[in-house]
């Protein structure tokens, strides 16, 4: 068994760890002068590990025993994923306690340099992934249990064959997710647990994704600056910012204050892990926004493009929503955290139902998070915790200049919830794919509405003239398929997965 220094630390604190059914992380040996996660100016503060331990506490919420991507959000510099399948259970069972649970990242181990690890380690299993350890129990999911690729069609996906071969099945029955800040911690980190797992596990497949590099630190793909907003929960964010969603603890974990979902008890503190590999078409959204303008005697052409994309999208490239900025960026808009996402739809001397000068209805941040458009106060069970991470390499120039995408690259999305139905499928399907969301004619969601690779008709996108409509006959979004998973707490896999 070869291990680097720091897990030989991680070692020694396991013992003591394991011997309580909490897992006292904070003790680990300081190791690290520089955090893992990046953490642009624009989003919201992580709490401090001390007030979140104190917020905790009130809430009865126990951080050391939450995974750490769970809460944290999109904040990776570097992230692999690693899909599994568990090859021999009786073998893979006690290096699940022995090897992996002393190296998974907890909240609280997460939220200071000084405890974070060279590189983070997090664990979920699939449906089939805990069948194959013999765990029966039902999750009450239903979604969960039959896995995403039958989800396929209501998610509104082309078709398998664009999917990632090894996604299309239940053959995979976990994955890990390695993060650092650099890609060779994250080699180390595999490598090491590689050769303590042998032959228990057998890797199916991977997704190497990382932050885009420089001043795109944060932004997807498609330029816009991206985790802006993920929902404040309580018991875990000390100071939610204005107009941050603040969800009760079990809108994403299990068995919390606001799950009302019959689980077993070992599930606590669990939550469901959507995985979805997007493949995002840049060069041709780019020509598209280039090709049609949105005319107006103020501004250029090429401010017609910016103003489309970011109608779309429902904030400009630097965060700034257009709710409160309509028709030029305000980057100093969107790189405050105070003001960036304290908007409602609402504006005095205009009727909610049918203003789209501000917004449009089909703008991607309005279809997935409709604020004041289904009522005050707002809707509180169709929340998600957003952790994704792009992949792929930059746009080449040939790739801009021909305006085709030659290597994929995208988003590897990942949203926590307690409830598939009501987290990522219903934002999916119910919303974002339902072309009469928000209002009849709305259209889909001009980014991630999917209609089995039909032509989408938004309407809204053109502030000059709200009764005309968009037809996109490209998906700019292509879904590669994924996976729904279940991320336990610590103590469930101690207690209960590796026994
Ligand atoms: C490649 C695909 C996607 C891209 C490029 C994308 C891009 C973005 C961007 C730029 C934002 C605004 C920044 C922010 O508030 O964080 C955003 C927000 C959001 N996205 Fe996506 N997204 C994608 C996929 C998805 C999917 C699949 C879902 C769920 C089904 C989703 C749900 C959300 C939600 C809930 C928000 C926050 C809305 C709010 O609170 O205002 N996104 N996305």
Known sequence: MR?????????????S????????????????????????????????????????????LNLDDIQGDVLIGMKKNRELFYFFTIA????????????????????????????QPETALNIAFSQTGLTALNVTDSLGDSLFSG??????????????????????????????????????????????LESALGDSITKVYSLQAGARPGAEAGHEHFGFLDGISNPAVTGFTANPMAGQAVVAPGTILLSETGDATTRPSWAKDGTFLAFRQLKQLVPEFNAFLTANPIVDGNLTAEQGSDLLGARMVGRWKSGAP????????????????????????????FTLSSDQTHCPFSAHIRKTRPRSDLGTPEDAAHHIMRAGIPYGPEVSDS????????????????????????????????????ANFVHA?????????ALAGAQRVVGGLDPTNSAKTTTLTTDFVVSRGGEYFFAPSLSAIASKLSV
Do not use: C, M
Not at 3 to 15: E, G, K, M, P
Not at 43 to 58: I, K, W
Not at 441 to 449: E, F, M, S, V
């Open 322 to 349: 257009v709710d409160l900025s309509p028709l030029v960026d305000d980057p100093a808009l969107g790189a405050d955290p105070t003001r960036n996402n304290n908007f409602t739809f609402t504006h005095s001397g």
């Open 399 to 434: 790739e801009a200049s021909s305006g085709t995408t030659s290597t994929e690259r995208g988003l590897a999305f990942v949203a926590y919830q307690s409830s598939l139905a009501n987290g990522f499928h219903f934002l999916q399907q119910i919303w974002a794919n339902n």
């Open 17 to 60: 760890t394991l011997a309580t059914p909490k897992h006292k992380r904070g003790a680990v040996k300081p190791r690290r002068t520089r955090s893992l996660l990046i953490n642009p100016d624009a989003f919201p503060d992580l709490p401090t590990a001390q007030e979140a331990s104190a917020v905790a506490a009130d809430a009865g």
């Open 441 to 449: 004619g709305t259209g889909a969601d001009p980014i991630i509405g």
């Open 88 to 115: 021999n259970a009786a073998d893979f069972k006690p290096k699940l306690s022995g090897s992996i649970l002393p190296l998974i990242t907890s909240t609280t181990q997460l939220l200071d340099v000084s405890t």
């Open 147 to 192: 896995g995403q690729f039958k989800d396929l069609a209501n998610l509104g996906d082309p078709s398998a064959t664009q999917w990632v071969p090894e996604f299309a099945g239940t053959g995979i029955h976990g994955v890990l997710l390695f993060a650092s800040d650099t890609d060779d911690h994250i080699n180390t980190a595999v490598t090491n």
């Open 3 to 15: 291990f680097s220094i720091s897990a030989v630390v991680l070692f020694a604190s396991l013992s």
